[in-house]
């Protein structure tokens, strides 16, 4: 089992900047990748970004790409997701994934783990 926990949500203005923590623990050697999703009121969990584990080679939702910077710090076991530029559309409670699955891993279903969720709410 691995267990995620995020923080660093919050309010802020449209152009701002927020950065998300993820703490991993348990049996983080089985991780392969990590990753966001983030789910906004009445709509479906969408997927923002990923980075393997190993590598840290990265991959973004083209919605976030160039404003949002994924990264992680491996002897840490920590998951990180700089957001600058922030738009009223970004407002979205995000979840922090890992899985041991390897592929492609753009869908929710690729993720066994999941956080409880951090709420980001972007005003204009």
């Known amino acids: 089992q691995v267990q995620l926990v995020e923080s660093g949500g919050g309010l802020v203005q449209a152009g701002g900047s927020l950065r998300l923590s993820c703490a991993a623990s348990?049996?983080?050697?089985?991780?392969?990748?990590m990753a966001w999703f983030r789910q906004a009121p009445g709509k479906e969990r969408d997927f923002v970004a990923r980075?393997?584990?190993?590598?840290?080679?990265?991959y973004y939702a083209d919605s976030v790409k160039g404003r949002f910077t994924v990264s992680r710090d491996v002897a840490k076991n920590t998951l990180y997701l700089q957001m600058n530029s922030l738009k009223p559309e970004d407002t979205a409670v995000y979840y922090c994934?890992?899985?041991?699955?390897?592929?492609?891993?753009?869908?929710?279903?690729?993720?066994?783990?999941w956080g409880q969720g951090t709420q980001v709410t972007v005003s204009s």
């Open positions: 348990g049996r983080t050697f089985s991780m392969f990748a």
């Open positions: 994934v890992a899985t041991g699955r390897i592929g492609f891993l753009l869908s929710p279903s690729d993720y066994a783990y």
């Open positions: 980075i393997s584990w190993s590598n840290g080679n990265t």
